[in-house]
């Protein structure tokens, strides 16, 4: 698989929350977004802002202890996933496969290392390095079928 790459320093949170809010306007629908980094990063941050930027009015908590919640857009869904406490994700995995073979939701996951065998083929995946409290460096991968979420960002 060819991979698009992109590396974007956010300097402060509401850079990370205009790269979010881009990254959301380009959803079409039946995409997947992998998120990676360390607790604090940004992820459920980033999150949000990928939903607003999608037209959702809804309240985006991070699902860490409910394992997923969804925001109501007005093109789909956006299912978001956190297996960070979960060794299996048990019956999560059939939802989830459920999600994708729909094809018309999106999906945003952070810690699935544990669903890594569920991934399709092309998602994008976005990396959190923390640099410093409000430095955060992102990285961006996808497959090319996917590269017109990092384009405009």
Same mark, same amino acid.
């Given at each position: @698989?060819?991979?698009?790459?992109?590396?974007?320093?956010?300097?402060?949170?509401?850079? !990370?929350?205009?790269?979010? &809010?881009?990254? $959301?306007?380009?959803?079409?629908?039946?995409?997947?977004?992998? =998120?990676? $980094?360390?607790? $604090? &990063?940004?992820? !459920?941050?980033? !999150?949000?802002?990928?939903?607003? $930027?999608?037209?959702?009015?809804?309240?985006?908590?991070?699902?860490?202890?409910?394992?997923?919640?969804?925001?109501?857009?007005?093109?789909?869904?956006?299912?978001?996933?956190?297996?960070?406490?979960?060794?299996?994700?048990? =019956? @999560?995995?059939?939802?989830?496969?459920?999600?994708?073979?729909?094809?018309?939701?999106?999906?945003?996951?952070?810690?699935?290392?544990?669903?890594?065998?569920? @991934?399709?083929?092309?998602?994008? !995946?976005?990396?959190?390095?923390?640099?410093?409290?409000? &430095?955060?460096?992102?990285?961006?991968?996808?497959?090319?079928?996917?590269?017109? =979420?990092?384009?405009?960002?």
């Amino acid at each position: @698989m060819d991979v698009c790459l992109k590396e974007i320093k956010s300097d402060n949170l509401k850079k !990370t929350q205009q790269i979010g &809010s881009k990254l $959301g306007h380009n959803l079409k629908g039946g995409e997947v977004i992998v =998120l990676n $980094g360390d607790l $604090g &990063s940004g992820k !459920t941050t980033l !999150t949000a802002s990928i939903a607003k $930027g999608a037209g959702s009015l809804d309240q985006v908590n991070s699902p860490s202890f409910l394992v997923k919640n969804q925001y109501s857009c007005p093109r789909f869904i956006i299912h978001h996933f956190d297996f960070f406490r979960l060794n299996d994700p048990g =019956l @999560m995995k059939n939802e989830l496969i459920e999600i994708i073979n729909n094809g018309q939701d999106v999906i945003v996951i952070e810690w699935a290392q544990i669903i890594k065998d569920l @991934m399709i083929k092309d998602y994008l !995946t976005i990396d959190f390095k923390i640099e410093d409290y409000d &430095s955060r460096k992102l990285s961006f991968r996808c497959s090319p079928n996917l590269k017109y =979420l990092i384009n405009l960002i």
